[in-house]
């Protein structure tokens, strides 16, 4: 039975206003996953990062870092165990091409020797839980059973596998036969990720591997706010629940830009919100005609205008239907 959920990190949307209001209006997650940060070889944390790592509400959170080299990710994990968080994610998954060009992200798994020297390195020396956020390969799945020799060489504190590689990004069949050989493989303890979008979909999961006690989710709980909390039981989201919930991360996104960049208070606040809409909007019967008036518009007006004409004329549906981008 799955026990613990996971929220995954998101870059650019599931950001720290988006994780405290999101816990306080909806919850049901046992961790959220900050999205990377990517240590240069100076070792600092910028100020952006800082901000984003801060965590006065004390939500449960895991910090992940992307990093080529070791002495980089050791340094991450260090700098973040002095902040107080007890685990620290590398990621290894990210398919894009910026950040594999430099040999990041999923770029690791390209080369399992490399990979296996990284987390040796890692591992040896490092003083604070961690755990590994995965694809099954950077080409072919086919790579994945000696990406999992490697992986079982270390403590990892969990392997969350996205079952796709690289090409695929986050499109396409998920291939279960090799996260099946994942879990049964596995010496360290594993979790499930990509396209849980419904409780069906969740319990069909749990029927096909009653061994599994820990699944990440991440469109699926933007695009139905209230997943995590139905899966414990609780009840879905209501229309006036969501039109409270985008209002105020509204007017989160518009304090928070107002102390970080007090010129440009309302455009990156709407900007925020629209990439929310886009996983969102499938929640709404024909929610496609406003989701895409809403991508093509540009400003604040037309957001909050949208989000206006969203609420007073479409539907909700009791559960979105699955579509994810
Ligand atoms: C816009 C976007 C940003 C993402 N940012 C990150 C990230 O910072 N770190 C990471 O490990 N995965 C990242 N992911 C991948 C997600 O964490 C997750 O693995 C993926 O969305 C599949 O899970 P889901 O189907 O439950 O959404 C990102 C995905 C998307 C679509």
Redesign the pocket.
Known sequence: MIRRLDF??????TKRVFRRVWHQRFGGADRY?V??ISPTDQHIITPRDRRELENPEGLPQVP?VMAKRAADALWAAEALADMGYTEVNL?L??PSGTVTAKGKGSGLLADPDFLDRFLDEVFSGVSVPVSV?TRLGYRVPEEFPRLLEVFNRYPIACLTV?PRVRPEK?RGAVHMDLFAQALAESRNPVCY????TSVPGVRALEDRFPALDAA?????AIADPALLRRLRGGPPASREELQSFTRELYRAYQDFYAQAAPDAQAAPASQRMKEVWFYLIHLFEDGERLGGRMRRSRGPRAYEALERQIFEELNLLDAPRGE?V
Not at 8 to 13: K, V
Not at 193 to 196: A, E, M, R, T
Not at 216 to 220: A, E, L, N, P, V
């Open positions: 995954a990190p998101l870059d650019g949307i996953f999205p990377f992940q990621n998954g990210c956020k996205h986050y990720n990509g396209d849980l990440m989710i991440g469109r699926g994810l």
